[in-house]
């Protein structure tokens, strides 16, 4: 099913960067941070049901894997 859905990433400071939208059951975020620290990606559910979340791409690898290459830009 491809319900539709939000992502959000959160700085360090706890101020959101940027939202995208899913299209098609996926959504990508591609955002530069600028400070070290833990970033965290909020799901948030617009749909009237249940997401059911994938962490895993098609090709096997893990999102946590991909999200851990995460580098400050100076």
């Known amino acids: 099913m491809n319900l539709p859905f939000q992502l959000a990433l959160v700085?360090?400071?706890g101020?959101?960067?940027?939202?995208?939208?899913?299209?098609n059951g996926?959504?990508?975020?591609?955002?530069?941070v600028t400070q070290g620290?833990?970033?965290?990606?909020?799901?948030?559910?617009?749909?009237?049901?249940?997401?059911?979340l994938d962490d895993h791409y098609a090709n096997g690898q893990s999102l946590v894997a991909n999200c851990s290459?995460?580098?400050a830009v100076s």
């Open 26 to 32: 996926i959504a990508t975020i591609n955002q530069p």
């Open 37 to 52: 620290g833990v970033y965290v990606v909020k799901v948030i559910n617009l749909s009237v049901g249940p997401l059911k």
């Open 69 to 71: 290459n995460l580098q």
């Open 15 to 23: 101020l959101t960067l940027t939202t995208v939208n899913s299209s």
């Open 11 to 13: 700085s360090p400071s």
